[in-house]
C-alpha cells in the first residue's frame, strides 16, 4: 500500500512538473521584436518586370531590387548613414526616392535608373520637407508631381519634376491657404482643398488653364476627401460624412459640389479607406475599421480575387499594396495581430502564389498573444472601445497592467492589427490596455466632437474609467499598474500620475505633451494654417488660459511622486528640447525619480535599430523594478 502511495505521488510530482514547464512562457529577446525589418515595403514595376523592397544594409533600410524575368537580385542602394525613408516607381520604371538626413534637417531626393543601377540626386531641401503627389504620368512618363515647402516654411507649392533632366518647374504657387492637393491619374491638380484654420473649403477647376472655384466649404468637424474621379461628367468619389455621423463613400459632381449618391456606408464605423485602380478606373473595395478591419468590396473582379487569396490564408489580413500597369502581377501583404506581416507575388492569370519576404522571421505567431477587442461604460454612460492583450498563460486575472493611451488624439485611433510594443510587453508577462477614448478617429462625428476641448477632461475620464474597469473585473491587480505613451499618450501618462496617483505605480513618456502654449506656439511653419482648428480641438492659449496652465504637466511637477522614463529625439520638430531638460530638472529637485534619455539624430520615433533595442531594454528593467512582476 505504502508503495502504491509513493507511485501516486512520485506521479502526480512529475505531472505537476511537466505542467509548470507547459506554462512556461520563453522570454523573447529584445533584438528580435525591435530590428530594422528583414524585407519590407514590397513593390512592383509598372511592366511587372521587376519586385523592389527595402533591405538592411550595414543597419539601414535599402532597396533592393529582383528581376521577375531572370531572377537576378541586388543591392540597389547602398546609404549606410541614413536609411531610404520612401520610395515609388514611375510609370516609365525608375524608382525615385527619398532620404530624411536628420543631423542637417534635410531632405534629400533621388531617382534610380533600375537599367544602368545609377542613382542621381534630384533635389535636396534644408530645413523643408518634400512630398510625392503623382509619380506615374502617362502624358509625360518622365514628369513626377512634387509639393515642397522651399520658397516658404510655412507653405507647400507644387512642382513638376522631369526626372530625367532634373528640371523643377513651378505648378502652382500657394497663395498661403492652401493645404491639400488631388492629381488626377496624368498627376494634374484639379481639386485642391484650402482652409482659413476652422472652415475647410474644396476647389476645383476643369483644366491647367482654368481658374480654381470654391464648390465645397465646411467646419472642420465635417470632412470630404476627395479619392478620384469617375470618368463620368466631372464627378468625383470622396469619403464624406456631411450631414451624417459616419464617413461614407459618395458621389460629387465636381461642378456644383453637390452629393450625387452614397455609394457605401458602415453603421458601426467610419470608412477608413478605400483602394482605387488608377489603371481601370474603377473602386474595389472599401475598409472599416471596427472591432477588426471589415472590407467591403466594390468590385466583383477584385472580390474573387480576395476569395481566391483568404482560401491560402485562413485568419489573416490581406491586402494588395502593388500591381502592375495589366493587372496581373499583384503584391499580396498579409499580417494578424501576432503576425508582422509577410509578402507574397500574387499572379491572377495562374492563379499563383510566390512567397517574397517576411518583415520579422525571428517571431513565432504561437509565441505571441491575441489583441482583444474590448468595451466598457464610461461615467456619463458612454461606450468606449480598445483592446485588451493578455499574457500567454491560464492566469486572467490579477495580472500586472501596462495602459497604453494613443497619440492624437482627434486624427488617431488604435486598431486591430501587430504591435511590436504590445506583443514585448505581454511577452514579459503584463496585460496591456489599449484605449480609444472619446475624440479617437473612426467612430463617427459625434464620438470624435465629444473629444473637442476635454483634454485633462473626459478623455483623461475615459482612460481612468477603463482602468477602474479592469479593476472591477478582476483582470488588473490594482498594484501593479502602469502608463505608457507617445505625444498626447504622454502627456496622458504625466496626467495620469498627477492626478490618480492611487491608480498607477510609474509611468513611461516618448516624446511627451508637456506644456500645450509651447505646443500651439512652437508648431512647423506648415502646420500653422490649422491652429484656428487645433485651438478649437484642444483650446485657444488666449481664451482658455486658464485650463491650459491647468492641464499642463509643466507647471504641476509638484503633483508626480511616481517614478517617470522619459525617451526624447533631438530633432523632433515638435518637441521644445529646452523646456523639456528644464521640466527634468524641476522633477528631480522634487526628489521625483526620473530616468531621461535624450537621444541625438532621432526624430519623434527611434528609427536607429541600437537606440530602439536600448529604449526597450530600459523599459523592461523600469517595469520590473517599478511593478515587481515576480513579487
Known amino acids: 500500500m505504502l508503495k502504491s502511495l509513493k507511485i501516486i505521488v512520485f506521479f502526480l510530482i512529475v505531472c505537476a512538473l511537466h505542467a509548470c514547464k507547459q506554462a512556461e512562457v520563453r522570454q523573447i529577446p529584445i533584438k528580435d521584436f525591435f530590428k530594422t525589418p528583414e524585407e519590407s515595403i514590397f513593390r512592383l514595376s509598372n511592366d511587372g518586370k521587376f519586385i523592389s523592397y527595402l533591405k538592411p544594409y550595414k543597419g539601414k533600410q535599402n532597396i533592393a531590387i529582383r528581376s521577375l524575368e531572370t531572377g537576378r537580385e541586388y543591392m540597389a542602394t547602398a546609404f549606410d548613414d541614413?536609411?531610404?525613408?520612401?520610395?515609388?516607381?514611375?510609370?516609365?520604371?525608375?524608382?525615385?526616392?527619398?532620404?530624411?538626413?536628420?543631423?542637417?534637417?534635410?531632405?534629400?531626393?533621388?531617382?534610380?535608373?533600375?537599367?544602368?543601377?545609377?542613382?542621381?540626386?534630384?533635389?535636396?531641401?534644408?530645413?523643408?520637407?518634400?512630398?510625392?503627389?503623382?509619380?506615374?504620368?502617362?502624358?509625360?512618363?518622365?514628369?513626377?508631381?512634387?509639393?515642397?515647402?522651399?520658397?516658404?516654411?510655412?507653405?507647400?507649392?507644387v512642382y513638376k519634376l522631369n526626372i530625367k533632366?532634373?528640371?523643377?518647374?513651378?505648378?502652382?504657387?500657394?497663395?498661403?491657404?492652401?493645404?491639400?492637393?488631388?492629381?488626377?491619374?496624368?498627376?494634374?491638380?484639379?481639386?485642391?482643398?484650402?482652409s482659413d484654420g476652422v472652415n475647410e473649403t474644396i476647389l476645383y477647376r476643369v483644366d491647367d488653364n482654368a481658374p480654381f472655384k470654391p464648390i465645397i466649404t465646411d467646419n472642420f468637424r465635417n470632412k470630404v476627401d476627395p479619392i478620384a474621379f469617375t470618368g463620368f461628367q466631372n464627378h468625383f468619389y470622396a469619403l464624406s460624412n456631411v450631414n451624417q455621423d459616419k464617413t461614407s463613400l459618395v458621389e460629387i459632381d465636381a461642378e456644383t459640389g453637390k452629393e450625387q449618391r452614397v455609394l457605401l456606408k458602415c453603421a458601426k464605423a467610419d470608412i477608413d479607406h478605400v483602394d482605387y485602380s488608377r489603371n481601370?478606373?474603377?473602386?474595389?473595395?472599401?475598409?472599416?475599421?471596427?472591432?477588426?478591419?471589415?472590407?467591403?468590396?466594390?468590385?466583383?473582379?477584385?472580390?474573387?480575387?480576395?476569395?481566391?487569396?483568404?482560401?491560402?490564408?485562413?485568419?489573416?489580413?490581406?491586402?494588395?499594396?502593388?500591381?502592375?500597369?495589366?493587372?496581373?502581377?499583384?503584391?499580396?501583404?498579409?499580417?494578424?495581430?501576432?503576425?508582422?506581416?509577410?509578402?507574397?507575388?500574387?499572379?491572377?492569370?495562374?492563379?499563383?502564389?510566390?512567397?517574397?519576404?517576411d518583415i520579422n522571421s525571428s517571431l513565432k505567431p504561437e509565441e505571441l498573444c491575441p489583441l482583444k477587442p474590448i468595451s466598457f461604460k464610461a461615467r456619463d454612460g458612454l461606450q468606449i472601445n480598445g483592446y485588451l492583450t493578455l499574457p500567454l498563460g491560464n492566469k486572467t486575472n490579477g495580472l500586472p497592467v501596462v495602459v497604453m493611451p494613443h497619440d492624437g488624439p482627434w486624427r488617431s485611433r488604435d486598431i486591430w492589427r501587430y504591435s511590436d510594443e504590445v506583443q514585448f510587453l505581454a511577452n514579459r508577462g503584463y496585460a496591456v490596455f489599449q484605449v480609444n477614448y472619446r475624440g479617437s478617429s473612426g467612430y463617427g462625428k459625434a464620438f470624435n466632437s465629444a473629444g473637442f476641448k476635454q483634454a485633462g477632461g473626459k478623455i483623461q475620464d475615459d482612460i481612468t474609467d477603463g482602468v477602474n474597469w479592469l479593476i472591477k473585473e478582476g483582470i488588473a491587480n490594482p498594484k501593479q499598474i502602469a502608463i505608457f505613451g507617445g505625444g498626447f499618450g504622454g502627456f496622458s501618462a504625466l496626467y495620469g500620475v498627477s492626478n490618480h496617483p492611487e491608480l498607477y505605480n510609474c509611468a513611461i513618456i516618448q516624446y511627451g505633451l508637456i506644456n500645450f502654449f509651447t505646443y500651439f506656439k512652437d508648431v512647423p511653419p506648415y502646420l500653422k494654417p490649422r491652429l484656428q482648428?487645433?485651438?478649437?480641438?484642444?483650446?485657444?492659449?488666449?481664451?482658455?488660459?486658464?485650463?491650459?496652465?491647468?492641464?499642463?504637466?509643466?507647471?504641476?511637477?509638484?503633483?508626480?511622486?511616481?517614478?517617470?522614463?522619459?525617451f526624447q529625439g533631438a530633432r523632433d520638430e515638435s518637441a521644445n528640447i529646452s523646456e523639456l531638460n528644464q521640466f527634468v530638472r524641476e522633477l528631480k529637485k522634487q526628489n521625483v525619480p526620473v530616468t531621461y534619455y535624450l537621444r541625438q539624430n532621432e526624430r519623434k520615433v527611434f528609427r536607429t535599430e541600437r537606440n530602439r533595442v536600448d529604449m526597450y531594454t530600459e523599459i523592461e528593467k523600469f517595469l520590473d523594478n517599478n511593478l515587481r512582476v515576480n513579487q
Not at 485651438?535 to 507647471?555: K, W
Open 280 to 357: 481601370k478606373n474603377r473602386l474595389e473595395l472599401a475598409v472599416c475599421e471596427e472591432e477588426k478591419p471589415a472590407k467591403h468590396f466594390l468590385n466583383k473582379d477584385i472580390e474573387q480575387i480576395y476569395g481566391n487569396l483568404s482560401r491560402h490564408f485562413p485568419g489573416s489580413e490581406i491586402n494588395i499594396v502593388s500591381r502592375d500597369s495589366s493587372e496581373d502581377k499583384f503584391i499580396i501583404f498579409t499580417y494578424t495581430d501576432r503576425n508582422p506581416g509577410t509578402y507574397y507575388l500574387y499572379e491572377a492569370s495562374e492563379s499563383k502564389i510566390t512567397k517574397l519576404g
Open 165 to 194: 533632366s532634373g528640371e523643377l518647374k513651378p505648378y502652382i504657387i500657394n497663395p498661403g491657404n492652401l493645404t491639400e492637393w488631388y492629381p488626377d491619374e496624368n498627376g494634374n491638380i484639379r481639386l485642391v482643398k484650402a
Open 82 to 157: 541614413y536609411p531610404v525613408r520612401e520610395y515609388s516607381w514611375t510609370y516609365n520604371n525608375q524608382i525615385v526616392l527619398i532620404q530624411d538626413v536628420i543631423e542637417l534637417d534635410e531632405y534629400k531626393m533621388y531617382v534610380l535608373d533600375v537599367a544602368t543601377s545609377t542613382i542621381n540626386n534630384l533635389l535636396s531641401l534644408e530645413k523643408g520637407r518634400i512630398r510625392i503627389l503623382n509619380n506615374r504620368n502617362k502624358a509625360e512618363p518622365d514628369v513626377i508631381t512634387v509639393s515642397m515647402n522651399k520658397r516658404d516654411p510655412a507653405h507647400f507649392d
Open 533 to 566: 482648428m487645433m485651438y478649437e480641438m484642444i483650446g485657444n492659449p488666449e481664451t482658455d488660459a486658464e485650463q491650459l496652465r491647468a492641464i499642463s504637466p509643466i507647471f504641476h511637477t509638484d503633483k508626480i511622486k511616481a517614478p517617470l522614463l522619459i
